[in-house]
């Protein structure tokens, strides 16, 4: 049995130094003890003999085997090493062994340290179990001894006992070191079987003491296929498992990236990238980790939920799903359907570990409070609470259509505030400890990366056309340009050339009347329908900066014109950005200009305070023929025979 060859992605800084210094102390060990064994071989009677047996060992040693499921190889020369030791002593097999373990090492090309390592580990195995046959024995073994087996049984029983526990322990230390995971659990996995084949060599070195304490060495020639005929059943047996286990790897990689790609899929539409899910997995299960979960199927399941936890958004409508603001009642009892119709359809999929309770758990409240179940402390599975504390972060330092990112400290804020109430507070502490060394996540798959990317660009895609000028009617200006410029408005639209800034001039002045200390923003539709593109305001932003144009389906009045739906007192900084935080626009109330069907435009109207439903209804009302208008003058919908007669604009204060 031979070290890795590498450490792996899951080592540490801590386990690589724990590993490095493991590593120098077995070899130091391993080193004394061929430097004792090779002294001892200056003083041996008959090398001839003893240099056969270990030619045999090495050469038979080329016969190893590959253990299933970790970076182990076992060599077939235990037989001849133990046959070595039981003839002549410790020293031969201490020193064969040693150049076997080097020789094997250096043809798979490993490092100096683990050749070493490779080489002083079973040195050092054959030597304590050899020291151990000699104490059980009671005198050092030679070639002139006669053997039988009432007197070599027990002592090779021994020798292979602790020959075997000394090599597979210092190997699943080392190898629990460079992997990850509890020595023992190890072991016991992948190293005990070991000892069938541990327990067939030493009948075999039984047998061929036997045969050379009494026909001589050459009976070597007519024992030698038996190891032979072993080696070939023990590889016909590792090669079905390893053939086995890289069936079960290729099924598991395509199980999960096909859920990866069904999840992003799924949460494409709700605006949220396949970067997002691949953080909530990678975050989820390292979580898992850190908080003792160590079970295979219960971390596969929380790999498998983070992926799969929305899957009943696709019973959503995406109006609800990426409305900005807060729900209406009945939008929300829609959106906590999402739960339970995800984890019904996954009821459908045979999973081989618990994905459907943490997926049916994942919006369950610490303190009970929560959905669907009302479940409370502990009767929520342990990947569900995981799942929610890691989704909220990850959702709130994320981008979404309808709010930009926030920052790490204030979404931890919102976590830690929900410490004890939603979430539990273990998950929280343990999470606040390992956010720290959570590094970059990077896109497990580039091309669904990608796929997702050119998505959301497709959605947001503007049109190669300049940005229209935005007017603004609250710059002072003197009486008389004042007057000028709304004549000239006038001007225009009597003669049917008007522009989009004339009408929206001339309505703002009845708006304003409406509810003066509210600004307005008319937005149209730009020629590929692909954003909303701002073309005059009753006051520029708060900071100065010119009105953003906005992809449909994104912030506020992005979202009416996707949707066609009127937004009441939503927060307006979500259309006017980060700048209009420190300005008095804090409510907005976006109302969608639909003529004959056409989306034309939408009309925002920005207010310190939250404006009160018979405004919204004013507005509402007079859309359709503000549309009709708006839609005129903007080319976007062609005069038709009925819209001879221009609509009255007028708003009325009250009804």
């Not at 709700?270 to 160590?294: E, K, N, P």
């Not at 999929?349 to 409240?365: C, G, K, L, W």
């Not at 310190?608 to 009709?628: C, D, F, G, K, N």
Request: aromatic share 6%.
């Amino acid at each position: 049995m031979s070290l890795p060859v590498a450490a792996t992605a899951a080592e540490t800084p801590h386990t690589a130094r724990v590993l490095s210094r493991y590593v120098a102390a077995v070899t130091a060990l391993g080193l004394f003890a061929i430097a004792q064994a090779a002294t001892a071989l200056f003083s041996m009677p008959r090398p001839a003999e003893w240099l056969l047996f270990s030619v045999l060992a090495i050469g038979f040693g080329r016969l190893s085997l590959r253990l299933p499921g970790v970076p182990v190889h076992a060599s077939m020369s235990d037989t001849f090493l133990m046959t070595s030791a039981m003839l002549f002593g410790p020293a031969p097999a201490t020193v064969a062994m040693a150049a076997d373990g080097f020789i094997l090492s250096w043809r798979r090309g490993h490092t100096a340290d683990r050749m070493l390592f490779n080489a002083a580990n079973p040195a050092l195995s054959v030597w304590l179990g050899a020291q151990a046959l000699v104490a059980v024995l009671g005198h050092r073994p030679g070639p002139s001894d006669t053997l039988s087996i009432d007197t070599v049984v027990a002592p090779l029983a021994v020798m292979a006992t602790v020959y075997f526990l000394v090599h597979s322990g210092l190997t699943a230390t080392a190898a629990a070191l460079e992997r990850g995971g509890n020595p023992f659990d190890l072991w016991r996995k992948h190293f005990a079987p070991l000892g069938v084949s541990i327990a067939a060599s030493a009948s075999a070195a039984l047998v061929f003491a036997l045969l050379a304490g009494h026909l001589g060495a050459l009976a070597l020639a007519v024992a030698a296929p038996l190891v032979i005929v072993v080696y070939l059943g023990l590889h016909s047996r590792f090669g079905r498992l390893a053939d086995a286990e890289r069936h079960v790897k290729q099924v598991d990689r395509l199980y999960m990236s096909t859920i990866q790609a069904l999840s992003s899929a799924i949460d494409a539409k709700d605006g949220v990238t396949s970067s997002h899910i691949r953080r909530v997995q990678t975050y989820s299960v390292a979580l898992a980790r850190a908080l003792g979960v160590a079970g295979a199927d219960e971390l596969k399941a929380i790999e498998a939920a983070a992926l799969l936890h929305d899957t009943g958004k696709l019973a959503v409508p995406e109006h609800i799903l990426n409305k900005p603001g807060k729900l209406t009642a009945a939008e929300f009892e829609a959106m906590k359907l999402h739960v339970d119709v995800g984890a019904d359809i996954l009821s459908s999929i045979e999973f081989p570990y618990p994905v459907v309770p943490i997926v049916r758990a994942h919006h369950e409240s610490w303190d009970g409070t929560g959905y669907p179940r009302g479940l409370k402390g502990d009767d929520i599975p342990i990947g569900a609470r995981i799942l929610s504390v890691v989704d909220c972060y990850d959702a709130l330092t994320s981008d979404r259509p309808y709010r930009p990112a926030m920052t790490q400290e204030q979404a931890m804020a919102i976590v830690l505030e929900r410490r004890g109430s939603m979430y539990d507070p273990r998950v929280v502490d343990t999470f606040v400890e390992l956010l720290p060394s959570l590094g970059k996540v990077i896109e497990a798959e580039p091309t669904l990366g990608r796929a997702m990317h050119k998505l959301a660009a497709a959605r947001v895609a503007a049109p190669a056309s300049t940005e229209p000028t935005v007017t603004a009617a609250a710059t002072p200006a003197p009486a008389r340009v004042a007057s000028q410029a709304a004549l000239d408005s006038v001007t225009r639209l009597v003669s049917g050339a008007a522009r989009v800034q004339d009408v929206a001039s001339l309505v703002a002045v009845d708006l304003k009347a409406l509810t003066p200390t509210t600004e307005f923003v008319f937005y149209v539709t730009s020629p590929g329908a692909e954003r909303i593109v701002p073309e005059f305001a009753t006051r520029p932003r708060p900071d100065g900066a010119p009105y953003d144009a906005i992809p449909l389906g994104e912030r506020v009045s992005g979202w009416v014109a996707a949707n066609r739906q009127q937004i009441l007192n939503s927060d307006a900084r979500l259309d006017l950005g980060p700048g209009a935080t420190a300005g008095p626009l804090r409510y907005c109330v976006a109302t969608p200009l639909v003529d004959d069907g056409q989306m034309v435009g939408v009309l925002a109207a920005y207010a310190e305070s939250p404006l009160p439903a018979e405004i919204a209804h004013q507005l509402a009302l007079v859309a359709p023929r503000l549309a009709v208008v708006i839609g005129q003058a903007a080319g976007t919908t062609r005069p038709a025979k009925a819209r001879v007669a221009r609509p009255e604009l007028r708003v009325a204060a009250s009804r």
